[in-house]
């Protein structure tokens, strides 16, 4: 395995990890306010609000030294009073906990969309490319029409035309299936290329002659053949259905506060004051920023890998 695929795999292995382990690496509740610590820094310390514009804190005296830092970090010895390793928000919550919440969620959502895209898709390309005739015809059309769009304004469009705020349940379904309608032509098309310049191959056409049925060509011969490009697409959709999560948010028409995700986190990082007094509500962009990377990096060794 290359460095650079075991840097991919180091990275999305790690955020799934700890959006798993969430409630175990959690600091606080993720419901818990604290408005006396209201955008406070990251800090293992007890801080106290000395100046509220911009916000001013000085640290509390009880202090216990971290035996594992060497003492160099603080953290209060009243248990009401949270660790902010990633400071607050301008509620007082958590950003440690509610990125780590917000990663149950986000990477969730992405990972349902894409169990659906990648089926989906995949099915319908070895259908199209395995079958030709008509189905392939009527089935790329299809799939030219989504594609000739942006797939962020699909998912617009798609999300804008449902219920507005139907229950959390309903709602992270209808958003699955929103990102699966956005993204399964992207992996028909890729699979439906493959499949059909395998279907040409002198290996298949041998099987087909021997008696071969449909089924066992498409096991042994199309299926192997698209399977790193099925993964190559899930890899390069993953970091795109996060982001369409987090627009989806953003505008009012995914999650809603107070349930916690990378997209409804980084509404108050827009606000002006954000870079200059409050630079840690960006983390939410940050995890994605990672995300993207570790995808890219997988995916741009798995296209090696398939092209070979």
């Known amino acids: 395995m290359s460095a650079a695929r075991r840097a991919g795999t180091a990275i999305l292995g790690l955020l799934v990890l ?10 606080s509740d993720v419901s818990s306010q604290h408005p006396d610590l209201a955008l406070a820094p990251p800090s293992l310390a007890r801080r106290a609000l000395v100046e509220r514009l911009p916000p001013t804190y000085r640290t509390l005296d ?17 248990p009401a009073e949270p660790l902010l390793p990633l400071g607050s928000d301008s509620l007082g919550r958590d950003q440690w906990t509610r990125l780590l919440h917000g990663a149950r969620l986000s990477l969730g959502l992405a990972l349902a969309g894409l169990v659906g895209a990648v089926g989906l898709g995949a ?18 059309r299809v799939a030219d029409l989504f594609i000739a769009w942006p797939v ?21 379904t209808l958003m699955a299936l929103v990102l699966t309608l ?17 279907r040409t191959r002198e290996s298949v056409l041998a099987a087909e002659a021997a008696g071969a049925t449909p089924t066992w060509i498409l096991r042994r011969h199309l299926l192997p053949a698209a399977l790193p490009v099925v993964a190559t697409q899930a890899l390069l959709l993953l970091p795109a259905f996060i982001l369409a ?17 990378w997209g409804t986190m980084l509404i108050e990082a827009a606000q002006p004051f954000a870079l200059r007094h409050a630079p840690w509500l960006l983390a939410p962009a940050g995890a994605i920023a990672l995300v993207t990377l570790g995808a890219t990096l997988l995916a741009g060794r798995a296209g090696d890998d398939g092209a070979r």
């Open 123 to 140: 099915l319908l390309g070895l259908v199209a490319g395995g079958h030709g005739g008509w189905p392939d015809t009527i089935l790329m």
């Open 62 to 78: 009880d202090r216990l030294p971290l035996a594992w830092f060497d003492g160099t970090l603080v953290r209060s010895t009243d």
């Open 152 to 172: 962020l304004y699909v998912v617009l469009v798609l999300r804008a035309v449902l219920p507005l705020a139907p229950p959390f349940t309903l709602l992270f």
């Open 245 to 261: 999560e987090a627009t989806l948010s953003f505008v009012g028409l995914g999650f809603a506060d107070p349930r916690p995700s």
């Open 18 to 27: 700890a959006a798993v382990a969430a409630p175990w690496l959690a600091t």
């Open 182 to 198: 956005a993204g399964w032509p992207i992996v028909a098309r890729a699979v439906r290329a493959v499949t059909a310049v395998e």
